[in-house]
T-cell receptor
């Protein structure tokens, strides 16, 4: 079942600006992951944050997790046109048999 | 890094025919694979969990007789869409769970005409 919701659904920014995407979920989790999907392609794993972590960085990516609010955010700094893609959060629910549940996704467009 | 090879990347078939999609883990053993379906501009919906050597576990609402899953080896899982209809047209993606995360195939675009 679909449990995550992301906002905004779509985001259009200029190159060089920062992009922030938010994800909310409903159940307890082991971890939360962010993925990127270019149009019509498979998913690329970006970053995983465990339930006992609050913030994680990877290159231009910064992810936060607030388990009390059941929410996470993905920040892409100094965006590039090549960052144009759909971004999904996915949760690994506690006792969920390792089945990832994906959010609704944010379509990011970075314009030159 | 871990790679899951998914074939074909796209397929067009006639209504009523069956289509098989393969996912292979190239450099690791995948005891569990997941099959997802994605409609345009929507998220991934889990269809079933495939376990090597045992029957697949299907999510509620997914017809097991229509979407046949076979995980005969530690490196290969297949999804067969039987008697395909236009409403089965979608993007199908497999995923394999590894020790520290998940690796996704590149997806298969199925169009049933």
């Amino acid at each position: 079942s679909q449990q995550g919701e992301e906002d905004p659904q779509a985001l259009s920014i200029q190159e060089g600006e920062n992009a922030t995407m938010n994800c909310s979920y409903k159940t307890s989790i082991n971890n939360l992951q962010w993925y990127r999907q270019n149009s019509g392609r498979g998913l690329v794993h970006l970053i995983l944050i465990r339930s006992n972590e609050r913030e994680k960085h990877s290159g231009r990516l910064r992810v936060t997790l607030d388990t009390s609010k059941k929410s996470s955010s993905l920040l892409i700094t100094a965006s590039r046109a090549a960052d144009t893609a759909s971004y999904f959060c996915a949760t690994d629910p506690t006792g969920g048999g390792n089945k990832l549940t994906f959010g609704t996704g944010t379509q990011l467009k970075v314009e030159l | 890094g871990a790679v899951v090879s998914q074939h074909p990347s796209w397929v067009i078939c006639k209504s009523g025919t069956s289509v098989k999609i393969e996912c292979r883990s190239l450099d690791f053993q995948a005891t569990t694979m997941f099959w997802y379906r994605q409609f345009p501009k929507q998220s991934l919906m889990l269809m079933a969990t495939s376990n090597e050597g045992s029957k697949a576990t299907y999510e509620q609402g997914v017809e097991k007789d229509k979407f046949l899953i076979n995980h005969a080896s530690l490196t290969l899982s297949t999804l067969t869409v039987t008697s395909a209809h236009p409403e089965d047209s979608s993007f199908y993606i497999c995923s394999a769970r590894r020790k520290y995360g998940y690796t996704f195939g590149s997806g298969t675009r199925l169009t049933v005409v």
